[in-house]
T-cell receptor, first 114, second 117 residues
Framework: DAGVTQSPTHLIKTRGQQVTLRCSPK?????VSWYQQALGQGPQFIFQ???????QRGNFPDRFSGHQFPNYSSELNVNALLLGDSALYLC?????????????FGEGSWLTVV | AQKVTQAQTEISVVEKEDVTLDCVYE???????LFWYKQPPSGELVFLIR??????QNEISGRYSWNFQKSTSSFNFTITASQVVDSAVYFC??????????????FGSGTQLTVLP
């Protein structure tokens, strides 16, 4: 049973560039959320996708956008990168409905903006 | 607004000691989930436990145990007979519910646990 998988694992981008991060949810899960974790801090919620629509969004600028595909996989796009966007980006998946759902995380994508 | 406070930034213990990680939360919701995650240096958040707001039964799983007290808004985590492999950052998190599903997680700032041999 594959868990949450993310790619790429590490990447370095230049300020002003654009980046796309990818996530495949755990088998059977239909909901994907993205989090940003700066060094030494707890993860911060970016947004959540369900049925290919953004269901909830955290306090992040429009430079952060996402997409969910029919197979439930998801992408996170960040435009006009800033040095402050350097962080670990975590993808989480869960199954909508039913109170026993659990949220699982991938290993993350380490983004460095120089 | 939801808030999670982990007052202990760093804890260091010697192997085989018991250690308790504190978590205090704030929410206006009457139903919610509480979580504990472990984050080793690799970065992946490893799920440890989820507790529903209407289930205050404490739980023990091997060397791990959790004490949920709604009256004090606390959800503390205890590791018995700690081991070096327990060294990691531990996060407490809170989630509201929508249609019975957990939505966004609000995390505390984490507690770095170091277990010395």
């Amino acid at each position: 049973d594959a868990g949450v998988t993310q790619s790429p694992t590490h990447l370095i981008k230049t300020r002003g560039q654009q980046v796309t991060l990818r996530c495949s949810p755990k088998s059977g899960h239909d909901t994907v959320s993205w989090y940003q974790q700066a060094l030494g801090q707890g993860p911060q919620f970016i947004f959540q996708y369900y049925e290919e629509e953004e269901r909830q969004r955290g306090n992040f600028p429009d430079r952060f956008s996402g997409h969910q595909f029919p197979n439930y996989s998801s992408e996170l796009n960040v435009n006009a990168l800033l040095l402050g966007d350097s962080a670990l980006y975590l993808c989480a998946s869960s199954l909508a409905g039913g109170f026993r759902n659990t949220i699982y995380f991938g290993e993350g994508s380490w983004l460095t903006v120089v | 607004a939801q808030k999670v406070t982990q007052a202990q930034t760093e804890i260091s213990v010697v192997e085989k000691e018991d250690v308790t990680l504190d978590c205090v939360y704030e929410t206006r919701d009457t139903t919610y989930y509480l979580f504990w995650y472990k984050q080793p240096p690799s970065g992946e958040l490893v799920f440890l436990i989820r507790r529903n707001s209407f289930d205050e039964q404490n739980e023990i799983s091997g060397r791990y145990s959790w004490n949920f007290q709604k009256s004090t808004s606390s959800f503390n985590f205890t590791i018995t007979a700690s081991q070096v492999v327990d060294s990691a950052v531990y996060f407490c998190a809170l989630s509201d519910l929508f249609g019975g599903s957990a939505r966004q997680l609000t995390f505390g700032s984490g507690t770095q646990l170091t277990v010395l041999p």
